[in-house]
């Protein structure tokens, strides 16, 4: 039966594509799989958080809104005001928004109309005054909280104040993909016989990829054979603060090790269709993050729920992700247990198998498909949609969306590191 509601409005605030970011990425899958679960009772428009670097968007943009102009934010209220939007959904990192701990966002808020439900990407454990104030406050003004594992339920409650009940758990999406032995995959990539490491995602110091290349003499004395694929580009705001340096600073530790042979690097930002097939090709997926205080990766979950054997440091994502034996854990900054890990699993492919099948059996959980239905089922709850059932998919009406961006030129500014997520 096809709805004879009007559609609802839901306008998503976030950066957005073709902005390369891990944000960017979640919001566009987000919105397609909403779209799923809601057929034609759905209709979305994104306010995109813009930097310094200037994007050409297309629907569903409406607004492009700049990073560190304070009146953008009042503007943008104004304009979804103007929109009468049944609600927002706002993605909230670190980095993203402007002010003083993101203190412009609250500008945004306090005019904002429609209800809100914002989704955490980071919790802060120990945040400074102006991180606190701003994230007690986006609490404050929103109708729900999504986070994506349990530790941030509890760090909300403990040091924010948050009411559990105000506190949604809805996991990070995955593409649903089928399981599949990595032969046929290695073939593909002209890399037969050999056992593939991989690490992906956009590269930054804090991603300890220095950490698996020292490793990796170990590795390769155990097993010739091994191979460490570096899949990703250095983060656009990387490159603006610092250059390559980080980058040229892992080619000489490849040099000084002569690991030529058995490290490569895929210097590209690369679609789902890609990532999977290099993921398919991987024996072992590695994530040696430098720092605990991590409470969600994209990069990770997707290589869970590709059924992937995963050795990573403790970071909070991860000691969450891989519990239960879906993967191992070594300390941060340690090559030697690194390297042990890795050749433990390479050694026997029975436990290899088991790590691959529980990651992967986990992973189902968190389809983008069941993350897509579970937010469109909570704001028809917490905002009271009268909902009907749709066997139809809407398509995208050009023809509705206006364009609406400042007319001043973005403004210059950086993100700051802490939007650096996985």
Known sequence: MISSMPPRKIAFISSFLPRRCGIATFTSDLIKNVRLAAGMDFSPSVVAMQSRNEHQYTTPVEFVLRRDVASDYT?????????????VSLQHEFGLFGGAGGSYLGLLLKCLEAPVVTTLHTVLDRPSPEYFNCLAGVCDKSQ?????NKRGVGMLTDIYGVPERKISLIPHGIPDISFSRTGSCKRGLSRPGRKVILTFGLISRNKGLEVMLRAMPAIVKAHPEALYIVLGTTHPEVIKNEGYS???????IIDELRLQNHVVFHDKFVSDLELREFLCASDIYVTPYLHREQLTSGTLAFAVGAGKAIVSTPYWAAEELLAQGRGKLVPFGNPERTASAIIELLDNDSLLNQLQLRAYEYGRAMTWPKVGRAYWDLLARELQFELTTTTTIAPLRDSRIRRFQPAISVAAGADSSMSLMG
């Open 75 to 87: 503007d943008a209220a104004d304009y979804l005001n103007s929109k009468n939007v049944d609600a």
């Open 144 to 148: 729900r909280i999504v986070v994506m």
């Open 246 to 252: 980080y980058r040229n600073e892992l080619f000489q």
